[in-house]
């Protein structure tokens, strides 16, 4: 089975002084890092409650960060840091894959890599630590993992895409969401250029945008429309009719 061979190990000592935490219990350090492919003492009730914990770590240090915002934009931070890929570069950053312990059919279908197994150990880490040493060392770990991005950060550069906001803005009013379709792809393959129509079919609105990707022309038509469709919902707009 592939992992780690035993408590104490060089690669489990470098990984705490990463973490900025070293396990009075290296127990739950070892059953943090333990798949459900290696054994039944594995990581998935740690992981429920490094959840929680992340959780209240990331909420506490984006409360102390960001003082004037309201609790939409701080939601929407912590979302973007409590997300798998966040956790899966957090993971990577401090080696997780060389420690992590999985079954052997699991190492060679190339589970040391998948993003899910590696965020969920990352999340079963954080637990441990609170278990271990209580809320204080866990928040200090979590400090460890994303304080840098949160320092650097700022509120507004995690605002919503507009396909979201878009979405979020028709289901609001109890409408269906937009559709999108490609209305013409130009240029070689290597430097095409989409348009793409978003469509409100409820509104009988229909906006369209252009990008190098379909993603980019989505959301440039999701942005289009709206914009559209907040200026006809103020006062004496065509939706306020």
């Known amino acids: ?9 060089p690669r489990l000592d470098g990984l705490q002084r990463r973490l900025g935490h ?7 350090l ?21 959840d929680a914990v992340l959780s209240l770590a990331v909420s506490a240090l984006l409360y102390a960060r960001f003082g004037e915002s309201d609790e939409g934009d701080l939601s929407r931070v912590r979302a ?7 956790l899966h570069r957090a993971a990577l950053s401090i080696g997780i894959p060389d420690v992590i312990r999985l079954s052997d059919s699991e190492s060679r279908g ?5 993003p899910s197994i590696l965020a969920d150990a990352m999340e079963a880490i954080i637990g441990a630590a609170y278990l271990d040493a209580g809320f204080d060392a866990a928040r200090h770990v979590v400090q460890r993992l994303f304080g840098e ?11 919503k895409d ?7 803005w028709l289901q609001a009013r109890r409408l269906p969401v937009p559709t999108y379709s490609i209305v013409a792809t130009r240029g070689q393959a290597h430097a095409q250029t989409f348009e793409v129509s978003c469509e409100a079919p409820a509104l009988g609105l229909t906006q369209t945008g252009e ?15 709206l914009d559209t469709l907040k200026a006809s919902d103020r006062p004496g707009g065509p939706l306020r009719s």
């Open 80 to 86: 973007h840091l409590v997300r798998e890929d966040s």
């Open 211 to 225: 990008g190098r990707s379909r993603r980019a022309a989505e959301q440039e038509a999701a942005r289009r429309l």
């Open 1 to 9: 089975m592939a992992g780690f061979k035993e408590e104490g190990s």
């Open 30 to 50: 070892t059953r943090a890092l333990t798949h459900k492919s290696f054994g039944a003492d594995h990581n998935e009730r740690l992981e429920f409650l490094g």
């Open 22 to 28: 070293r396990f009075g219990r290296q127990d739950l």
């Open 162 to 168: 507009a396909k979201t906001e878009l979405q979020e």
């Open 149 to 159: 991005v949160i320092a650097s950060t700022e509120a507004d550069s995690w605002a």
């Open 110 to 114: 190339g589970g040391a890599q998948r």
